[in-house]
């Protein structure tokens, strides 16, 4: 097993630990209004926001062409079968 997966495990574990710990209501104001909600809940729902927005911040993006590089390599690249003229002076 790997230890990014492992890690992953244990902080799972603590997390749903101290969130099972803290059952009892509070009071949480939001703006303008207040709310009496369960710890529970509400230490689950940003343990799954951070978990998405994790996710999401984390995962590799396309890769991205700078305007003017050199388009004709690239054009010649996907062209399969096809010589630069050096390699066709080398070749003759």
Sequence with gaps: MRIKTMVI??????????IMQN???VKF???FSTFIISKLVMLASVAIVAFIVGVLVGR???????QGTNEEAD??????GTLS????????
């Design 9 to 18: 495990i244990i902080i799972t574990i603590l997390l749903t630990v101290v």
């Design 75 to 80: 054009r010649t690249k996907k062209q399969p």
């Design 29 to 31: 104001n939001f703006l």
């Design 60 to 66: 590799p993006g396309k890769p991205k062409y700078v």
């Design 85 to 92: 003229d050096e390699d066709k002076d080398y070749i003759s």
């Design 23 to 25: 059952t009892e209501n």
